[in-house]
């Protein structure tokens, strides 16, 4: 089944641990994107991947980092998690040269 | 003025009903328009998808563009219980590395047996 997979789907933290969340797809995608949805600001994007080893910043990439060693690999790093990065998190993929984006089920994130 | 602008709604109707969904956006360079459709605890997935002006008809769905007044629509038919989700419009503009898709808010829908 073609799908993008995120784990893990719910995380409680503390201020300050260093956490992944990991983020994968079977389809081929080149395109892979992390977006968060926060209540009256809908979904944007914090970080992209054009395709292995290429990434760039998307609107709201402070307090974040992202790799990409793999093609089906995309994980989103937080390497001093804060309260305000509690949110709710999409990882996305699409083919190069479509708009579609597919997404992940979410990955709820709760920073103490 | 933000870029997209959708009514959070909620938006509840009784089974049946027509529904309108709508959004306004300020970027004429906007080309590409899709709806995304979000269940509770789920990911946004991909309902409707057209380019530049004009209708989209798919099953029960419509997807409606009207470039010259930057206003977007979705239209439901016989609206289902199993509609009730949250409906995203999202759009991009062609060029450029990011094909950057910019997402209204969401209207919560609710479709009432």
């Given at each position: 089944e073609a799908q993008v997979t995120q784990n893990p789907r719910y995380l409680i933290t503390v201020t300050g641990k260093k956490l992944t969340v990991t983020c994968s797809q079977n389809?081929?995608?080149e395109y892979m994107s992390w977006y968060r949805q926060d209540p009256g600001l809908g979904l944007r994007q914090i970080y992209y991947s054009m395709n292995v080893e290429v990434t760039d910043k998307g609107d709201v990439p402070e307090g974040y980092k992202v790799s990409r060693k793999e093609k089906r690999n995309f994980p989103l790093i937080l390497e001093s998690p804060s309260p305000n990065q509690t949110s709710l998190y999409f990882c996305a993929s699409r083919i190069a040269g479509q708009e579609t984006q597919y997404f992940g089920p979410g990955t709820r994130l709760l920073v103490l | 003025q933000k870029e997209v602008e959708q009514d959070p709604g909620p938006l509840s109707v009784p089974e049946g009903a027509i529904v309108s969904l709508n959004c306004t956006y300020s970027n004429s360079a906007f080309q590409y328009f899709m709806w995304y459709r979000q269940y509770s605890r789920k990911g946004p997935e991909l309902l409707m998808y057209t380019y530049s002006s004009g209708n989209k008809e798919d099953g029960r769905f419509t997807a409606q563009v009207d470039k010259s007044s930057k206003y977007i629509s979705l239209f439901i038919r016989d609206?289902?219980?199993?509609?009730s989700a949250t409906y995203l419009c999202a759009m991009s503009e062609r060029g450029?590395?990011?094909?950057k898709l910019t997402f209204g808010k969401g209207t919560l829908l609710t479709v009432n047996p």
């Open positions: 389809m081929n995608h | 609206s289902q219980p199993s509609d450029g590395s990011n094909y």
